[in-house]
Structures are given as C-alpha cells and as structure tokens.
C-alpha cells in the first residue's frame, strides 16, 4: 500500500518556475520508481520525468532542460523542478509510484490525486 500526497501547484505566468512535491508513505511495498505526469484538459495523461532507486532519470523531450526531477529518500519524496514554463503544459499534474509488494512481489503502480498547475499567457 503506498499513499502519495502532492503539493505544490498552482498558478504562474509564462516563463516562470514551480516546484511540485511528492511525499510517499508505503507499506509492505518496495518502491522502484516514481515520476510525474501531465493531462492537460482534453488530452491522455502523459509522461513527464521518472526516477528510478537507482538515480536514473527520463524525461518527456519536450521538457528536457527545463525540468529537473529528483528524490530525496530519507523523507521519501520527489520534486519536479519546472522552469521557463509555457502555456500548453497547464494540465494536473499527478504523482505516480512504481514497485512491487514485498511479500510476493506484485507488481502494483499507485497514483496521487493531482496537483493543477496553470500557466498563463
């Protein structure tokens, strides 16, 4: 069981920065990555940035040299820096933490409730 709680959206202008945040809480889980991923009105959701346990990170090309995610693990959160942002990535912004349950090992992926992020022109 894994809880993921969001925070940090809200409303910029064009061009200027946010920072979202991710907090886990899990239980009998073994978290492998988490990530951050965008739907904007109308459209599918879709990837922004993972990271891995491991530091491996991926981006969306889109978002490449503006955002940075990272992963502190001693509070078990996650951070998506996100600069010069533009108006088409207004959207929710979710939350998402892959792994597996530590007794069996199941596969299981868990969602956050959303952070709306919008972006003025």
């Known amino acids: 069981q894994v809880q993921l709680v969001e925070s940090g959206g809200g409303l910029v202008q064009a061009g200027e920065s946010l920072r979202l945040s991710c907090a886990a809480s899990e239980s009998g889980f073994s978290i492998n990555a988490m990530g951050w991923y965008r739907q904007a009105p109308g459209k599918q959701r879709e990837l922004v940035a993972v990271i891995t346990s491991g530091g491996s990170t991926n981006y969306a090309d889109s978002v490449k040299g503006r955002f940075t995610i990272s992963r502190d693990d001693a509070k078990n959160t996650v951070y998506l820096q996100m600069n010069s942002l533009q108006p088409e990535e207004t959207g929710v912004y979710y939350c998402?933490?892959?792994?597996?349950?530590?007794?069996?090992?199941?596969?299981?992926?868990?969602w956050g409730t959303g952070s709306l992020v919008t972006v003025a022109s």
């Open positions: 998402n933490a892959e792994g597996k349950t530590k007794v069996f090992g199941i596969r299981r992926d868990y």
